[in-house]
Nanobody, 124 residues
Framework: QVQLVESGGGSVQAGGSLRLSCTAS?????MAWFRQGPGKEREGVAA????????YYASSVKGRFTISQDIAKMTLFLQMNSLKPEDAGMYYC????????????????????WGQGTQVTVSS
């Protein structure tokens, strides 16, 4: 059983930055960040294949967000720059045991484990 604990959420003005962290209890083959805005479905933001370092991004965040890992500390990060009001929502960390995806990194069903989420608010 993998436990995921997120931190780093908060309130910022548009154009600001936040850095989210997610600490896992055990090694995960791949990890990702998802988000869910008010009245919206949960969507994939970014993912990384542990060890290989392969990263994936949603088109809406590419160039503004960076996903990274500290494998030794089993911690996942999401550096979010140039934040927009539409980036607001609950951000969830997700993990799967195997490194490679059977279909797409952005599918919720690819992940076995989820964190409780951390709230991000962006004011205009």
């Amino acid at each position: 059983q993998v436990q995921l604990v997120e931190s780093g959420g908060g309130s910022v003005q548009a154009g600001g930055s936040l850095r989210l962290s997610c600490t896992a209890s055990v090694y995960s083959g791949s990890m990702a960040w998802f988000r869910q805005g008010p009245g919206k479905e949960r969507e994939g933001v970014a993912a990384v294949v542990t060890g290989a370092g392969t990263t994936y991004y949603a088109s809406s965040v590419k160039g503004r967000f960076t996903i990274s890992q500290d494998i030794a500390k089993m911690t996942l990060f999401l550096q979010m720059n140039s934040l927009k009001p539409e980036d607001a929502g609950m951000y969830y960390c997700a993990a799967r045991t195997s490194p490679w995806f059977s279909r797409t990194w952005a599918s919720l069903t690819e992940y076995n484990y989820w964190g409780q989420g951390t709230q991000v608010t962006v004011s205009s």
